[in-house]
């Protein structure tokens, strides 16, 4: 990542935030902090999204993909199955001087569907370690990528000048870079993103479902119990398509999760709790581990 | 819960705390606060833990079972393998107007332990849902109480002065109060609590499993995976003979889990994203349970 870029002025003129929910939003709201001078236009299949967003001064105007040609740099933040459709079309519509960055949890399709386009350069393929359980213009916040880690993807296919502005924004953000390639990111991410939301959501529709009749007893739950559901509250509309996308590398990760919960099972069945000691002493490396992640609320 | 008693001052001599740990140790952090006349005695069977309680201004003194006769108070916050096994022995000690209270996450063997032991009326059942993933004296701390909720089982059997010292007790701590009987209690908590926990500490095992030989895979996880990895940390000591005394309602939960993990798979195997949607958009409901859950380090 170079210094220089970095620690120039963001010097945009026009910035085309498509999909004004918690991930655009929030690269609206630091670009406004380190330029007064760009430019957002917001751009979105919801008209009542557009609405909030301006309301919430996330961006300067409406607009819709006539913008495209007039834009420095733009940020597609949509579920990713939208993305792979409307990724080629956004390239179609810039100017040769545009960067167009995504920030997909998936990148080998995405990164498939603009493999042989004529733009291919001025694309940068993204996915800021970000988010929260929340969505949409409300759930925006300016600090989002504040010391998060950005996995950038095939880097040599994008124009080096593009590369430079796209770098110089997230070195404002205060991002740490790591790049990688399509593959490693998704086969990867199944581990460390995906497999934890499965977990989530399952763990929720087996307390629900057994509780139905008995909401008072959420009331005996603490935040180990919210803690590890907080993921069962993430969007749908955003993780459907991320789980078809990644379907090979995620059903592998659930087989193998699978596979040891069965065996925890069998353990405490034939009352090997000795066996069932070692398994969490095992685990609990996961504490030194953890202490290099990046704090706050990373998805 | 009589806010008679609750609005007396902590009136206690001598309170014994067995078990200097997070629970223990934060117990007596709170009773220091709301009483500077009761002297607390710590009884542990680590002297390396006692030394540092000590140390830490936790308790005043170091001491053994000695002490019992003349407590007016006794906490008893020690795994509840050894629970079960010292209640019996606690209870022959203590005068008859001694209150003990234990915060096992169990508590059918727990009562059962003491089902026909002469001094039932001195004991009270509780399960105060409040821990983080830490353990020790280090870990207690001022607070962890305050708003979080007990479940109180068997209340009858306890002598109804000895009840109110220890609601007044609970209630100076600001501690939402429930009654259950042992049996619910841990058929519920097996849900909400000891799942939780093991989904957690596999979903752990499997992604060390993974990515053993690449380690800065983890540079790659948010706080999602933290989230859902947290109670991973926790102590094997502490959750081996809970998952020991609870194993009939525990592997019944585990079963139920794996089936719905698994039919998860099987609708991503055969491409059935609408179903998938809709599992996910189901378990969202999550989102307006959780909202009754009292937030803080509870565990």
Redesign the interface.
């Known amino acids: 990542m170079s210094g220089r870029a970095g620690s120039r002025p963001i010097n945009m003129k026009n910035i085309a935030i498509i999909g004004v929910g918690l991930i655009g939003g929030s690269f609206a709201k630091d670009i406004r902090k380190h330029s007064t001078k760009s430019r957002i236009f917001g751009v979105d299949s919801s008209a009542s999204h557009l609405d909030e967003a301006l309301e919430l001064g996330i961006i300067d105007e409406i607009a819709d993909y006539d913008i495209l040609p007039d834009a420095d740099f733009v940020i597609v933040a949509i579920p990713v199955d939208v993305l792979v459709q409307e990724l080629p079309k956004i390239l179609n519509l810039v100017s040769d001087d545009c960067v167009v960055i995504d920030a997909g949890s998936t990148k080998s399709l995405v990164c498939k569907s603009v493999e042989n386009h004529p733009k291919r350069r001025n694309f940068l393929a993204c996915h800021p370690?970000?988010?929260t359980?929340f969505s949409g213009p409300s759930a925006a916040f300016q600090g989002l990528y504040d010391g998060?880690?950005n996995?950038i993807c095939e880097i040599e296919k994008t124009a080096f000048k593009l590369q430079e502005r796209a770098l110089g924004l997230f070195q404002k953000l205060n991002m740490?870079i790591?790049y990688m390639n399509a593959e490693a990111h998704d086969r990867?991410?199944a581990?460390?993103?995906h497999?934890?939301?499965?977990?989530?959501?399952?763990?929720?529709?087996?307390?629900?479902?057994?509780?139905k009749n008995?909401?008072d007893?959420?009331?005996?739950?603490?935040?180990?119990?919210?803690?590890?559901?907080?993921?069962?509250?993430?969007s749908?509309?955003m993780?459907?398509?991320i789980?078809?996308q990644n379907?090979e590398n995620?059903?592998e990760?659930?087989?193998?999760?699978?596979q040891?919960?069965?065996e925890?099972?069998r353990l405490?069945?034939h009352?090997d709790?000795d066996k069932?000691?070692?398994?969490?002493?095992?685990?609990?490396?996961?504490?030194e581990?953890?202490k290099?992640?990046?704090?706050?609320?990373?998805?």
């Open positions: 370690i970000a988010g359980e998060k880690t996995i740490r790591r990867h991410i581990y460390v993103s497999l934890s939301h499965i977990s989530s959501f399952m763990l929720g529709k087996t307390v629900i479902e057994k509780e008995e909401r007893i959420f009331d005996l739950a603490g935040s180990g119990f919210e803690s590890t559901v907080r993921l069962a509250k993430s749908p509309a993780w459907t398509p789980f078809e379907k995620v059903v990760t659930l087989e193998e999760y699978i040891n919960l069965t925890f099972k405490l069945q009352d709790f069932v000691y070692q398994e969490m002493d095992n685990t609990n490396r996961i504490r581990i953890l290099g992640i990046p704090v706050g609320n990373t998805k």
